[in-house]
T-cell receptor, first 114, second 113 residues
Framework: DVKVTQSSRYLVKRTGEKVFLECVQD?????MFWYRQDPGLGLRLIYF???????EKGDIPEGYSVSREKKERFSLILESASTNQTSMYLC?????????????FGPGTRLTVL | GESVGLHLPTLSVQEGDNSIINCAYS??????FIWYKQESGKGPQFIID?????DKRQGQRVTVLLNKTVKHLSLQIAATQPGDSAVYFC????????????FGGGTRLMVKP
């Protein structure tokens, strides 16, 4: 059974802290994505990666960075967390073929920044 | 800019009735559309997709209709069950834009027993 896992389901951090959100997939997928999900705004793409050590900005990259040192792991980094980064963060992965039914999502990390 | 959106943020239906969730899109270049279901505490799960050269596609208890004339997409769920309660998202994909997904805001479906 395919699986995308995220390191934490719930996280509470203080303003200014450095935050790491980890995502791991066991499907040998090349493509991995980080989204944030906010009420009424749907899912918005933060960053994505097509391969190891490769990263591309999505629609809302400001305040975030990413790291893809290994194929199975894609990390989202908040260098200095702010309250407007309180959100649900979703990781996803898919193979390069782009079949529509093969984008898999993790369970999400609900981050609260105080 | 181009966008994908939903008409109704919340839809409440009686168990056993049919549900219709709507989505408007504005990018006529979209190659296909996907419906996702997101249950509480879980990530989105693929339900069904439809390519832009199709008008209708059926799955198990679900049907997606695409009206390109008015740029409208709908998801129909037959005999709605309590387990269908979730947030439903439509997303559009433009293949020559790297197969990136553009999501709508989501509709919450509540099924009353």
């Amino acid at each position: 059974d395919v699986k995308v896992t995220q390191s934490s389901r719930y996280l509470v951090k203080r303003t200014g802290e450095k935050v790491f959100l980890e995502c791991v997939q066991d499907m040998d997928h090349e493509n991995m994505f980080w989204y944030r999900q906010d009420p009424g705004l749907g899912l918005r793409l933060i960053y994505f990666s097509y391969d190891v050590k490769m990263k591309e900005k999505g629609d809302i990259p400001e305040g975030y960075s990413v790291s893809r040192e290994k194929k199975e792991r894609f990390s989202l980094i908040l260098e200095s967390a702010s309250t407007n980064q309180t959100s649900m963060y979703l990781c996803a992965s898919r193979p390069p073929s782009g079949r529509t039914d093969t984008q898999y999502f993790g369970p999400g990390t609900r981050l609260t920044v105080l | 800019g181009e966008s994908v959106g939903l008409h109704l943020p919340t839809l409440s239906v009686q168990e056993g009735d049919n549900s219709i969730i709507n989505c408007a899109y504005s990018n006529s270049a979209s190659d296909y559309f996907i419906w996702y279901k997101q249950e509480s505490g879980k990530g989105p799960q693929f339900i069904i997709d439809i390519r832009s050269n199709m008008d209708k596609r059926q799955g198990q208890r679900v049907t997606v209709l695409l009206n390109k004339t008015v740029k409208h997409l709908s998801l129909q769920i037959a005999a709605t069950q309590p387990g269908d309660s979730a947030v439903y998202f439509c997303a559009e994909v433009v293949e020559n834009a790297g197969n990136m997904l553009t999501f709508g805001g989501g509709t919450r479906l509540m099924v009353k027993p």
